[in-house]
């Protein structure tokens, strides 16, 4: 796993704050590529218990990887390829024009609602949670995005779209056959951060009653009612511990669901993770038809969603069973490893979705240069080479070889995508 020597001392304080907080009480598991995150340590994993938090898995709900293989007798025309993907795949937080998908047909909403029933049995078999429920459609996405604050057409015209920051298109070699791949990064858009914000302030709303007034109030009345001595000693003990597992004094940030806003969130979990998904889809059927392709070969790995096969939270981490294929990107250098699961336990059958990063995006761009950017690309063909991607130049992230060796007790390496082709957004596309 991490080697702490490793992390920045802001990722040590934000893991302590979580060992500390009466929500983590499961085994925790921190990937090799941790890093502090907005709210949240990068690359944590724990199984779930009634206590959530919605900032733990973030914004992007669902977001995550998908290689497709092309084989090996094809040829990319990387200025006409690259036109095309720009072309059609809107970058950074534009949206298509108008809907790619049929929304009473191209959706799931058969497997949804399969779905749905299997998360009420879990929860009531593992946690003991009563819910019941949605009937996912277009009606109920409807609702959905009323209640959330974001339109209809907005939602459905983001799937098929690519985002910014660390979201990618690359084209990469197999070392191992020769065959071209496609990988493709990208999660639920605005849909998942309106999803995570929404639940976070249900959260912090029913924990505002326990707040300092609260135990203040407490305080005083044991102080009426006992003698000073050890009596009143172990009340305030007992009373501080009750407020703490309630959820008073708990950071900022890290307010936990009610047992009754739970489901609620789960369910919009779900929905926001097969959106993600659909997403990729979408756009991958883009890129093969940009390239001329189809797909021979597909895998795909999630790295910021609740797993309700094993119900382990991963923020910044992918699943790794034995007998399962996953992706672990690099940098834009250094591309991909393809590789299968250890079902290692210490690990909580997970590994890093990636290489995390050695700097903050500020510091990227305050402290590496342009020119030394370029020339790591060199062999790369990439118009996203420039000030506007600084911050995802591959000195950004942490070296692979930290990375690789330290993943060897739960990942087999199979295979290596060397990059040949990289796409992200730009500055026109932030606009």
């Given at each position: 796993?991490?080697d702490?020597?490793?992390?920045?001392?802001s990722?040590?304080?934000?893991?302590?704050?979580?060992?500390?907080?009466?929500?983590?009480?499961?085994?925790?598991?921190?990937?090799?590529?941790?890093?502090?995150?907005?709210?949240?340590?990068?690359?944590?994993?724990?199984?779930m218990?009634?206590k959530?938090?919605?900032?733990?898995?973030?914004?992007?709900?669902?977001?995550?990887?998908?290689?497709?293989?092309?084989?090996?007798?094809?040829?990319?025309?990387?200025?006409?390829?690259?036109?095309?993907?720009?072309?059609?795949?809107?970058?950074?937080?534009?949206?298509?024009?108008?809907?790619q998908?049929?929304?009473e047909?191209?959706?799931p909403?058969?497997?949804?609602?399969?779905?749905?029933?299997?998360?009420?049995?879990?929860?009531?078999?593992?946690?003991?949670?009563?819910a019941?429920?949605?009937?996912?459609?277009?009606?109920?996405?409807?609702?959905?995005?009323?209640?959330?604050?974001?339109?209809?057409?907005?939602?459905?015209?983001?799937?098929?779209t690519?985002?910014?920051?660390?979201?990618?298109?690359?084209?990469?070699?197999?070392?191992?056959?020769?065959?071209?791949?496609?990988?493709?990064?990208?999660?639920?858009r605005?849909f998942?951060?309106?999803?995570?914000?929404?639940?976070?302030?249900?959260?912090?709303?029913?924990?505002?009653?326990?707040?300092?007034?609260?135990?203040?109030?407490?305080?005083?009345a044991?102080?009426?009612?006992?003698?000073p001595?050890?009596?009143?000693?172990?009340?305030l003990?007992?009373?501080?511990?009750a407020?703490?597992?309630?959820?008073?004094g708990?950071?900022?940030?890290?307010?936990?669901?009610?047992?009754?806003?739970?489901?609620?969130?789960?369910?919009?979990?779900?929905?926001?993770?097969?959106?993600?998904?659909?997403?990729?889809?979408?756009?991958?059927?883009?890129?093969?038809?940009?390239?001329?392709?189809?797909?021979?070969?597909?895998?795909?790995s999630?790295?910021?969603?609740?797993?309700?096969d094993?119900?382990?939270?991963?923020?910044?981490?992918?699943?790794?069973?034995a007998?399962?294929?996953?992706i672990?990107?690099f940098?834009?250098?250094?591309?991909?490893?393809?590789?299968?699961?250890?079902?290692?336990?210490?690990?909580?059958?997970?590994?890093?979705?990636?290489?995390?990063?050695?700097?903050?995006?500020?510091?990227?761009?305050?402290?590496?240069?342009?020119?030394?950017?370029?020339?790591?690309?060199?062999?790369?063909?990439?118009?996203?080479?420039?000030?506007?991607?600084?911050?995802?130049?591959?000195?950004?992230?942490?070296?692979?070889?930290?990375?690789?060796?330290?993943?060897?007790?739960?990942?087999?390496?199979v295979?290596?995508?060397?990059?040949i082709?990289?796409?992200?957004?730009?500055?026109?596309d932030?606009?």
């Open positions: 796993m991490v702490a020597a490793t992390l920045e001392a990722c040590v304080r934000q893991i302590r704050g979580f060992l500390d907080h009466p929500a983590f009480t499961n085994p925790v598991a921190i990937m090799a590529d941790s890093h502090a995150g907005a709210g949240a340590v990068i690359g944590f994993t724990m199984r218990t009634p959530v938090i919605p900032n733990v898995i973030g914004v992007d709900i669902g977001c995550g990887m998908v290689s497709l293989e092309l084989g090996s007798d094809l040829r990319v025309a990387h200025a006409q390829v690259d036109t095309f993907v720009r072309a059609h795949v809107p970058f950074g937080f534009h949206r298509h024009s108008r809907p998908l049929d929304p047909t191209g959706f909403w058969v497997l949804l609602n399969e779905r749905a029933e299997a998360v009420v049995a879990v929860l009531q078999q593992e946690l003991g949670l009563k019941r429920p949605p009937n996912y459609s277009l009606e109920w996405l409807d609702a959905k995005c009323a209640q959330l604050g974001v339109k209809l057409n907005a939602v459905l015209t983001s799937v098929g690519l985002g910014g920051g660390n979201h990618f298109i690359e084209i990469g070699e197999s070392e191992r056959t020769g065959a071209l791949w496609v990988t493709l990064h990208t999660g639920s605005n998942g951060k309106r999803v995570a914000e929404y639940w976070q302030w249900q959260a912090e709303k029913h924990q505002a009653g326990h707040g300092k007034e609260n135990w203040l109030a407490q305080v005083a044991l102080k009426a009612r006992l003698a001595g050890p009596e009143l000693g172990k009340a003990e007992t009373a501080r511990l407020h703490v597992e309630a959820g008073g708990v950071a900022k940030g890290l307010e936990w669901l009610s047992e009754e806003d739970l489901p609620g969130y789960l369910f919009d979990m779900l929905f926001a993770q097969v959106f993600a998904s659909l997403n990729r889809q979408t756009i991958g059927e883009i890129l093969l038809q940009a390239l001329g392709a189809e797909a021979r070969d597909r895998i795909e999630v790295h910021n969603f609740v797993d309700f094993d119900l382990m939270l991963r923020k910044g981490a992918i699943r790794a069973y007998g399962e294929r996953m672990i990107p940098n834009m250098r250094d591309g991909v490893l393809l590789c299968e699961g250890r079902s290692a336990s210490e690990w909580n059958c997970s590994a890093p979705h990636g290489a995390g990063r050695a700097m903050s995006r500020s510091e990227a761009r305050r402290t590496l240069q342009v020119d030394a950017f370029v020339a790591e690309m060199e062999g790369i063909y990439s118009t996203s080479v420039g000030e506007a991607t600084l911050d995802e130049a591959p000195d950004a992230y942490k070296a692979p070889a930290l990375i690789e060796a330290a993943i060897a007790g739960t990942a087999v390496v295979d290596r995508l060397r990059p082709h990289n796409l992200k957004a730009s500055d026109e932030t606009q």
